[in-house]
């Protein structure tokens, strides 16, 4: 199974804000003085609930992003993507895009995982990586996690994993509606305070997608990586 984005995690942090404001213009009252005026009143009357009436519409079609609290979960939705959220992690990413709606994690796993593995190499601590090392897998069980934004514009929702007494993860999942032309995604941020000896760590974000290989973005591009062990 195809990891798309897995590698080691560095300290980062970033927060992402989002403004908007509202405008109202107020109706004129117009006082009728013959028939005539009358008349006009009752035009422009017509034309400002006309007026209003578009501009409902418009802003009831505006497309806008919902968070869904479940019993043990949150589900972030917008009219493409939908992303179920339990204990930090993403048991559920179903792309509506038109057509049959196709879920992204494969049963069983999750995304946004965080794992942990000794860092012993045959050489070089931090710099080689023996592939032996993945025996030494470990989830990290997250804390709690809570909604941090909700608004038509933005939703997003923070959870704490504690690695140790001294190490911490804080990982922040956000989605934004779907304008026309633009697709969707998900947004993951985290920030990490490391401070462990003989230890690296993962994020997982497994995907039920077929491919010889994958695309890994590095610090001064992009390289491709095959998705299996056979590359004779």
Known sequence: M??????TVRALSSNSNLASSYTSDSANQLTPQSSVSEKSNEYVSSSESESTDESSTSESSEPTVQI????????????????????????????????????????????????????KPLNWQAWDVEVYHLNSRQELPSGTTMVVESSPHRASVVTETRVSEYSWIKSTISLSPVYDGQPSFVEVECEVEWRESMKFLKVEFPVDVFSKEASYETQFGVMTRPTHYNTT
């Open 2 to 7: 195809p990891f798309l984005g897995s590698s």
């Open 68 to 119: 869904e609290r479940l019993e043990d979960a949150l589900v972030l939705s917008n009219s493409q993507l939908s992303v179920t959220i339990k204990n930090g992690c993403i048991t559920s990413l179903v792309d509506n895009s038109p057509g049959i709606p196709r879920e992204v994690i494969p049963a069983g796993w999750k995304a946004n995982q965080y794992v942990i593995f000794d860092d």
